[in-house]
């Protein structure tokens, strides 16, 4: 686990105490050996790092081959890459790529997948939830054109209030979360 920006004991009990699906049952706790630290989720230990750089996460003396990239930052090739530098030999992005990285879907077109792609990405959940029913309707039916809406629980960047968006240029996005639909 990479994050830059949360200290293990909190890692701990944010994963240890949710809103939404309540206390783990589980047991969680954070261990420190030296510069080394590691969440240890029901008996197995998980290295933890607190880096900015993907290049410079230790990925292979983690044991970690496959990494997924969630930060929304590295979305392209050139970027997501900078995990293999640190040791990891796939990287997943878990959002749609801003360049010509490979996008699977699970049930749509991952028999597709090529063993060479060292980076890939899965697509956002939009499409994972939409792409699948589609291709089921067009191979049965056929597909001409299509509408479709996306309904987006309150996320994590949505002011719970009125305030400021972000930058100042998303207007919308200063509006309080719970008493407006915002397009996501």
């Given at each position: 686990?990479?994050?830059?920006?949360?200290?293990l004991?909190?890692?701990v009990?944010?994963?240890?105490?949710?809103?939404?699906?309540?206390?783990?049952k589980?047991?969680?706790?954070?261990?420190v050996?030296?510069?080394?630290?590691y969440?240890?989720?029901?008996?197995?230990q998980?290295?933890?790092?607190?880096a900015?750089?993907?290049?410079?996460?230790?990925?292979k003396?983690a044991?970690?081959?496959?990494?997924?990239?969630?930060?929304?930052?590295?979305?392209?090739?050139?970027?997501?890459?900078?995990?293999?530098?640190?040791?990891?030999?796939?990287?997943?992005?878990?959002?749609?790529?801003k360049?010509?990285v490979?996008?699977?879907?699970?049930?749509?077109?991952?028999?597709?997948?090529k063993?060479?792609d060292?980076?890939?990405?899965n697509?956002s959940?939009?499409?994972?939830c939409?792409?699948?029913?589609?291709?089921?309707?067009h191979?049965?039916?056929g597909?001409?054109e299509g509408?479709?809406?996306?309904?987006?629980?309150?996320t994590a960047t949505q002011?719970?209030?009125?305030?400021?968006?972000?930058?100042?240029k998303d207007?919308?996005?200063g509006?309080?979360?719970s008493?407006?639909?915002?397009?996501?």
């Amino acid at each position: 686990v990479n994050d830059p920006f949360m200290d293990l004991h909190y890692m701990v009990y944010q994963l240890k105490y949710d809103s939404v699906h309540m206390r783990y049952k589980g047991t969680i706790a954070a261990k420190v050996d030296g510069d080394k630290e590691y969440l240890i989720v029901d008996g197995k230990q998980i290295m933890v790092f607190h880096a900015k750089d993907p290049a410079s996460i230790p990925w292979k003396e983690a044991g970690a081959d496959y990494i997924c990239e969630s930060t929304g930052v590295f979305t392209e090739k050139e970027k997501a890459e900078l995990h293999i530098k640190g040791g990891a030999k796939k990287v997943i992005i878990s959002a749609p790529p801003k360049d010509a990285v490979p996008i699977y879907v699970m049930g749509v077109n991952h028999k597709e997948y090529k063993t060479t792609d060292t980076v890939v990405s899965n697509a956002s959940c939009t499409t994972n939830c939409l792409a699948p029913l589609a291709k089921v309707i067009h191979e049965k039916f056929g597909i001409v054109e299509g509408l479709m809406t996306t309904v987006h629980a309150m996320t994590a960047t949505q002011l719970t209030v009125d305030g400021p968006s972000r930058g100042g240029k998303d207007w919308r996005g200063g509006r309080g979360a719970s008493q407006n639909i915002i397009p996501a």
